[in-house]
């Protein structure tokens, strides 16, 4: 199972993408209240964004984002049955995708 949901709507010449991605997002500098151990950083580090195949956005995230980050793009154009893929990859090396086609 994915770890990002995304969810589209189409206006007049642009589609909106709006994306839930489930990470623990750890900057490195929180305590494990139980241990008063460091907890090791973890964080999503890159973020892509493509429209039928073509790159449409790269961004580089850093480890000040919250949680489960919520992050929302405003594309020029979007037709039903165009596909959309979200990729991220984390610090740690792990990664993940998924894709969605446009109603």
Known sequence: MSSIKIR????EGKTQIRTLITHPMETGRSKDPKTNQPIPAHFIRELKLSHNGKAVMNCQV???ISKDPYFA???KGGEPGDQIKI????NLG????EEHVLK
């Open 8 to 11: 589209t709507k189409r206006f």
């Open 62 to 64: 850093g480890m000040s």
């Open 73 to 75: 793009f405003m594309l």
């Open 87 to 90: 990729e991220w990859v984390d």
């Open 94 to 97: 792990n990664k993940d995708s």
